[in-house]
């Protein structure tokens, strides 16, 4: 299209040149034949306005502008608008070809769960994990601003520190300003806090900026002893808790919606949607402080296999504490980076920053032919995680949830920065994460699109 249209506007002058010079000469000449002389002219016009009509054609229906050969007032030929606005159409075609026509399928995979529940038993000593104290900063002495930070004031000092896996305070969200501040945010009512807290198995997901549909558990998956045992909590804010009303969905007497058990947040603690959800997916250990186990998957999916089978597949089975699936096509820190600007996913300096950062503190390029890498991808399908609530589990949340509190909240750019360095300073004391397929995260819940993507958050 590009040659076409740039053939077009350079040679039609020269065309036009060389039809007038040749009038001139066929004048000049008296021993012609005059009706092959008008007939030649005449077949020529009809060619250019032939010319014409299909360029003008071929224009609209690819919606193009037409832009005539010339200068404009800043001197600048309309030529290079041409081009510029074919690049933007070629730009957008691309896209959605890559979008649509192009795209990848990852199928689920099979998974051996056990057949049912009726005979699942915790390995003896299977909590038998690193071993140290957690407490947590809940107030800070001094604030340096008028509304206190709910990840907190931590210093470079403090960050460092934070990483050691011994007996320790850190910040890990949930902090209050000094006395006669109002609330960081986060709020929650004390009814729902009795009832989290005598929850020992969590399923949790949230939906915050009215950017999801509420998509249930498919029930006949779920076994009665789930139903009973395990808590299934799904953390909204007041605009959503709206308009799933207005979408026929309203909470019973008890607050349920189905399995959903309907939590309500009030005074969000981040403008930026996203980052706000990283709260009930990283701190579920400060959400449901008595519970054991959780397992978290975002709201784009639902959960058609039984959590109890999930603990001991992912678990139990595996000998591990932390459960994530591997992406389904990047590996590399380096890639998403790419990927992330690429897709204007966060404001680019943002990225920049964290980034170059994170090189600077030792992060290096996944090499997948290094047979001592720990993990088999450096970046991680976040939507689906199990996890035991053990003291190294516990710590790696706190401190993946610092980072995209101090930086972007795009996890996957932290993931394996916080994974690495954790084990980079706890030399003898391990950290059990399974990383397994992403197949497997695929099988265990149906996948859909979110309704909306909450708004881009402003440049810092």
């Known amino acids: 299209m590009m040659a076409f249209l740039r053939h077009t506007a350079e040679l039609l002058p020269e065309r036009n040149d060389n039809v007038s010079i040749e009038v001139k000469s066929l004048n000049r000449s008296e021993h012609r034949n005059r009706r092959g002389r008008k007939f030649g ?29 010339g200068k404009m007032d800043g001197g600048i030929s309309t030529s290079i608008a041409v081009q510029e606005e074919i690049k ?9 070809q890559g979008n649509y ?34 407490d947590y900063v809940e107030r800070e002495v001094k604030s340096f601003g008028e509304i206190p930070r709910f990840g907190g004031q931590q210093t470079l000092e403090e960050r ?24 960081a945010g986060f709020d929650l009512d004390a009814n729902d806090k009795i009832y989290m807290n005598t929850c020992k198995v969590v399923v949790s997901s949230c939906i915050f900026g009215n950017s999801d549909f509420l998509r249930r558990p498919t029930s006949k998956q779920i076994s009665e002893y789930s139903k009973k045992n395990v808590c299934f909590v799904m953390f909204v804010d007041e605009q959503t808790l709206s308009k799933l009303s207005q979408e026929g969905n309203i909470p019973d007497d008890g607050g349920y919606i189905g399995l959903w058990k309907i939590v309500v947040v009030r005074n969000l603690p981040y403008k930026d949607m996203r980052r706000t959800g990283k709260v009930p997916k990283f701190l579920s250990h ?20 039984d959590p109890l ?13 932390y459960a994530i699936s591997n992406h389904y096509d990047r590996h590399c820190v380096w890639e998403e980076v790419l990927q992330n600007k690429r897709l204007n996913k966060y404001n680019h300096s943002a ?49 993946w949830f610092n980072e995209v509190d101090h930086f972007t909240s795009r996890d996957q750019l932290s993931f394996a920065y916080t994974y690495l360095k954790l084990r980079r ?21 149906k996948l859909f699109r979110h309704k909306a993507l909450p708004s881009l958050p402003p440049a810092p």
Request: charged share 25%.
């Open 88 to 96: 933007r159409v070629d730009e957008l075609d691309v896209k959605k």
């Open 425 to 445: 300073m706890n030399p003898d004391r391990p950290f059990y994460l399974n990383m397994f397929k992403d197949c497997e995260r695929r099988a265990l819940a």
């Open 160 to 183: 460092e520190r934070s990483f050691y896996a011994r007996n320790q305070k850190l910040h890990c969200g949930f902090v209050k300003g000094p006395e006669g501040f109002p609330s």
């Open 41 to 69: 002219h005449i077949t020529r016009e009809k060619w250019l306005i032939l010319a014409a009509v299909l360029f003008l054609i071929y224009s609209a229906v690819l919606g193009v502008k037409i832009l005539f050969l």
């Open 286 to 305: 400060r959400l449901f402080p008595s519970s054991m186990y959780s397992i978290w998957l975002d709201s784009k999916m639902r959960l058609q296999t």
């Open 351 to 399: 990225i920049d920053e964290q980034f170059k950062f994170y090189q600077s503190d030792g992060l290096m390029k996944f090499d997948p032919s290094d047979p001592n890498n720990p993990i088999p991808s450096y970046v991680p399908e976040g939507s689906f995680i199990v996890r035991a609530h053990t003291p190294m589990s516990n710590l790696f949340s706190c401190l």
């Open 101 to 134: 026509k192009h795209r990848k399928k990852y199928p689920p995979c099979e998974v051996a769960f056990s057949e049912s529940v009726d005979h699942l038993v915790e390995p003896k000593n299977f909590m038998n994990f690193t071993k140290f104290s957690l």
């Open 309 to 321: 089978l999930i603990l001991e597949y992912f678990l139990w089975r595996m000998r591990s504490e």
